[in-house]
């Protein structure tokens, strides 16, 4: 039973450039969660997908975006980059009887230059 | 904003020994979790304690959840090298639509062989 995964494991980007994350949950799981955690910190959420359709968002600027797909798998795409935006995107998925309980992947190591 | 603090930031002890670490919410909470965090990869799940319980024990790991203070220990037990990791604690708060946690900014703790 695969676990949460995550692509790519980490990208090199330059500022000003866009960039797409990749997440597919758990299998049960039809909640995606995305997290920003920057070095030597904890995670910051930045929203949750649920029924394909953006149900939370933290304080996030709108250059952060998502999207879920039928499959509940799910994207991140960050717009107009930011040296700022270096950090490890962390997804998390979660449903059905571990409805509170998330299940983190490995994480995108992100680096802005 | 970072919901939970931990304390101490960091620890270091030797093998054998216990770890006990602290964490501190502001705002009423439906449930607690702790993550161990390895090399800055993938937030492994632990433990969830609900509000209305006050001790929860899996293997090695003891938590403890005090709502009156609004706080929690997480006690690890006959420490092992592998249990080197960064420690987070995250609360959710139950809303109409959505579990997004919120993490604090975690202890480190090295256990020396």
């Known amino acids: 039973d695969a676990g949460v995964t995550q692509s790519p494991t980490h990208l090199i980007k330059t500022r000003g450039q866009q960039v797409t994350l990749r997440c597919s949950p758990k299998?049960?799981?039809?909640?995606v969660s995305w997290y920003q955690q920057a070095l030597g910190q904890g995670p910051q959420f930045i929203f949750q997908?649920?029924?394909?359709?953006?149900?939370q968002r933290g304080n996030f600027p709108d250059r952060f975006s998502g999207h879920q797909f039928p499959n509940y798998s799910s994207e991140l795409n960050v717009n107009a980059l930011l040296l700022g935006d270096s950090a490890l995107y962390l997804c998390?998925?979660?449903?059905?009887?571990?409805?509170?309980?998330?299940?983190f992947g490995p994480g995108t190591r992100l680096t802005v230059t | 904003s970072q919901q939970g603090e931990e304390d101490p930031q960091a620890l270091s002890i030797q093998e054998g020994e216990n770890a006990t670490m602290n964490c501190s919410y502001k705002?009423?909470?439906?449930?607690l979790q702790w993550y161990r965090q390895i090399s800055g990869r993938g937030l492994v799940h632990l433990i969830l304690?609900?509000?209305?319980?006050r001790e929860k024990h899996s293997g090695r790991l003891r938590v403890t959840l005090d709502t009156s203070k609004k706080s929690s220990s997480l006690l690890i037990t006959a420490s092992r090298a592998a249990d080197t990791a960064s420690y987070f604690c995250?609360?959710?708060?139950?809303?109409?639509?959505?579990?997004?946690?919120?993490f604090g900014g975690g202890t480190r703790v090295l256990v020396k062989p």
């Open positions: 998390a998925s979660s449903g059905g009887q571990e409805y509170y309980e998330q299940y």
């Open positions: 299998s049960g799981h039809d909640t």
């Open positions: 997908y649920y029924e394909e359709e953006e149900r």
């Open positions: 705002t009423s909470i439906n449930n």
């Open positions: 304690i609900r509000s209305n319980e």
């Open positions: 995250a609360t959710d708060a139950y809303q109409a639509a959505g579990n997004k946690l919120t």
